[in-house]
Each structure stands twice: as C-alpha cells, then as structure tokens.
C-alpha cells in the first residue's frame, strides 16, 4: 500500500512540472527580452554621451586655438588691467586708502639720494593715503578711454592729483594683432610695480629703489606702443616716447618736443599646471634742466638712464589661487646720470657728476587660506661715489647703504576690501633705525577692473 502511495505522489508531481513547464520557459524568454532592451538603451546612451563629449573636446579645442592665435586674448602671466567693456556709460570706481602709522624716528631722510615728495616716508598717525577716483570705458569700436583721479595730503591739505588719463586702442582699429597703442598720462610699462596702482600693492609703501628712481612712479605724459607676438610663449615688446616732466627728469627742455624715451621687453609662461612666470627688461632715458628733491636743496641738471629688471613667479599648491598661492617677486634698477648737482646749502656751486647707483628688492606673498596672507620684503640700496665737490651733501652716503625690512598680515573679506599690518625696520642713514608700524584698509567702491598679472 505504502509502495502504491509513493508511487502515485511521483507519478502527481511530474504531472505538475510537466504543465508548468510551458510556463517557466515563457517567463525566461520574457526576462532575457527585458535585458537585452535595457543593455540596447544603455549602449545607445552611452554612444550619444561619447558623441556629446567629442563634440565639447573639439568646441573647446577650437576655443583655445582661436586664443592662441590672438595674443590679446591669452592670460597666463600676461593679463594686465583693462577697461571696461560699457559702451553708453562708463565704469565708475572709488578706492579707500586710509592708514595709521606710528614712528621711532623722526628722520627719514635717505643717505646718497635726493628723493622727490612722493617717495618720502609720509604723515605720522591717521591720513589718508591716495583715495582714487576712476573712469573707463569704451569710446567706441576703435578707443577706450580712462581717467584716475587721486586725493592726496600734502602739508596738512587735501589736494586733487591727475594720476592717468589715457585713450588706447581697440582691435576693431585695423592694427596688426596683438599690437596697441596708449596716449595719454599712464603708469607705464617700467618694471613690475609700475603699471599697477598704489592700493594693488602687496604692502603699505614702495620699496626703496621706487621711492628713490621714481619717487613711487613714474606717470609721465606721453604715448606707448606695444606688441604681443603670436607666439607659444608669451613675448612683448615695446616702446614709448614722454615729455620728460615727471621724476626721475623732474623738467624738460621746453624747446625738445620729446624728453624722454622707452623701450622695454617681457617674456612670460606657464609650466606645469599650476606654476606661472613672467620676466622683463626695461630702459628709460631722458634728460632734464633741474630736478630737485623734496627738500629742495639739491638740483641735478643733466642726462639720467635708467635700468629696470624685474621677475614674478606665482604657484597655487592646490591648483586654485583663490584658495593658496605663493608669490615671489623682486626687481633690480641701475641709474647711470652723467651733469652736475648743485646743492644749496653748499658753497661749492655746480659740481660735475659721472655715476651710477643701484638698488633691488625681493619679496615673498603666501596666502595660506583663502582670506588671509602673510608676507616678507627686503629691500636695499648702493649709492654712488660722489667727487670731493658733493662730500657732505645730500647726495653722499657717507658709506652707508640704506636698507628696509618689513613684514606684513593682511586680511581680505571680498576681493574689494583688505585690512593689512605691517612693521619696517628701516636703516635709510648710518646710525639712523627707524621702527615703523602701519595699520591699513582698502575698500574699492562700484566698478574696478582686473588687476595685472
């Protein structure tokens, strides 16, 4: 009985298999239906993806090409200020420079160099310092234009300073590419510090070799060619031609219809992904019927060259400089002035003079977050022999070379606003330290322009 029972059980669970065997095989086919339609979706995704992204290689591709071969458009280690693209109205800007500064000596004056009033040390305590009013835009498709007011304290006396009002050209003006032309009153091409306005600097003052071979800058009235070559590698070059007023000339022949000239040549890149370099050569020469120091007690009348050298090296460890970057600066000048000093608490007279001197600094700028930067400057000055006429004066050294250390923190909220501390431990006469402390905020108001590289 329990054999017949088995066998029925058996024989009840084939029948089942059996009838639902047509079944299971169709669920199968359904199933392997199903996965080859998601595996033809997915391949056909994957084929308009690969196409899409082939055709953003070559849009971008195409984008490079166009910028490389049109040297006014590339950036790196090149890009410089520019005005503003308004066509009706003009880009309209403030800068606030203020400062409170405190002092151990009370003399300032340098050993071996007349300097002019700008380049002196400034005002103890609370002042203003250079607040700027600025103007730019395009005339029209061939000119732009731009004008740079300046406030400044002399003698106890808010004054209104013209710093730059220049027209350059546009590319729609049928100039070769990459070629401009600037007319006008401009900081020139002359170094690096030069072109840039005082509140882009990395520190409160100027390094010493500014503040004694240009009296802080040199914004001359004249006109300036330039041409970027369509290069790989970025190569400048340029020249200019001035009226000879502004120091280190202080006064021109008013019969010569140019007092000073130009030439200048920079060379520039980038290696690596992050690392960019930009290095330079200047001459400017000139001559002039009476350039006095601040003082006014010294006047040299004669021919002046001067030599610019000047190197930028910048790397952003993580790839983006608004988060870390390092900065590492530094320029050297040699001026060659061949006339006479006279100075007038001497009773020697005109005295001949055949010299050269020459000065240099070096800095470092890191950011180590995103707000805030530390950095360090030195700073030092050679001046030249001066004949048995000038011993005592104020243009002879006496030995000494003049010299600057400073540090500085500096904090910045937004790209328009900036809150710096500074020391200077500065040696600019034997015997003669002076400790200098600076408190500083720039706060730019409205419109401003990218500052240069």
């Known amino acids: 009985m329990?054999?017949?029972?088995?066998?029925?059980?058996?024989a009840f669970i084939a029948a089942l298999l059996l009838c639902s065997a047509p079944s299971l095989a169709a669920d199968s086919a359904e199933v392997e239906a199903l996965r080859r339609e998601i595996q033809e979706l997915r391949s056909a995704y994957e084929t308009r993806i690969q196409s899409l992204e082939t055709k953003l290689q070559q849009v971008q591709e195409t984008q490079e090409k166009r910028r490389a071969e049109d040297p006014?458009?590339?950036?790196?280690?090149?890009?410089?200020?520019?005005?503003r693209e308004n066509v009706l109205n003009p880009s309209i800007g403030v800068i606030l420079n203020g400062t409170a500064s405190s002092f151990s000596n009370d003399n300032s004056e340098f050993a071996g160099f007349a300097v002019g009033?700008?380049?002196?040390?400034?005002?103890e305590g609370l002042a203003i310092n250079e607040s700027e009013l600025n103007f730019s835009a395009n005339v029209d498709d061939k000119f732009a234009g731009a004008l740079t007011l300046a406030v400044v304290n002399e003698g106890g006396r808010s004054e209104l300073e013209l710093e730059e009002a220049y027209f350059e050209t546009r590319p729609d003006l049928g100039l070769p590419s990459g070629v401009r032309l600037r007319g006008g009153r401009a900081f020139w091409q002359l170094g690096y510090l030069n072109e840039h306005h005082r509140h882009e600097d990395d520190f409160v003052d100027r390094p010493l070799p500014y503040r004694v071979y240009l009296n802080s800058s040199y914004n001359d009235d004249g006109a300036q060619l330039s041409y970027v070559l369509p290069t790989e590698t970025f190569l400048e070059v340029g020249g200019g031609i001035f009226r000879g007023d502004d120091f280190p000339f202080g006064t021109a022949d008013g019969n010569d219809f140019v007092g000073a000239w130009q030439v200048f040549g920079r060379v520039g890149g980038e290696f690596g992904e992050n690392h960019a370099w930009r290095l330079g050569g200047y001459f400017l020469s000139g001559k002039t019927d009476?350039?006095?120091?601040?003082?006014?007690?010294?006047?040299?009348?004669g021919d002046t060259d001067l030599f610019v050298a000047d190197l930028r090296y910048t790397w952003a460890p993580t790839g983006n400089p608004r988060e870390r970057e390092l900065i590492l600066q530094g320029e050297f000048m040699l001026r060659d002035e061949d006339g006479?000093?006279?100075?007038?608490g001497a009773s020697t007279g005109a005295v001949p003079f055949d010299g050269d001197s020459h000065g240099w600094y070096g800095q470092a700028v890191y950011k180590?977050?995103?707000?805030?930067?530390?950095?360090?400057?030195?700073?030092?000055?050679?001046p030249?022999?001066?004949p048995a006429g000038l011993v005592g004066s104020a243009v002879d050294a006496g030995g000494h070379d003049p010299s600057s250390v400073s540090a500085m923190l500096d904090w910045s909220n937004t790209e328009f606003s900036r809150i710096r501390l500074q020391y200077n431990h500065e040696e600019l006469s034997d015997g003669e330290t002076d400790h200098q402390f600076w408190?500083?905020?720039?706060?730019?108001?409205?419109?401003?322009?990218a500052h240069p590289f």
């Open 2 to 10: 329990e054999k017949k029972l088995r066998g029925f059980r058996f």
């Open 72 to 83: 006014a458009t590339q950036t790196p280690a090149t890009a410089r200020r520019t005005v």
């Open 117 to 123: 009033e700008e380049g002196e040390r400034g005002a």
């Open 290 to 301: 009476g350039r006095a120091a601040a003082e006014d007690t010294v006047t040299f009348i």
């Open 340 to 344: 006479t000093y006279a100075d007038s």
């Open 368 to 382: 180590f977050l995103p707000n805030w930067r530390i950095g360090a400057r030195y700073s030092l000055l050679d």
């Open 384 to 386: 030249a022999s001066v």
């Open 439 to 449: 408190l500083q905020y720039t706060m730019a108001l409205g419109a401003h322009g």
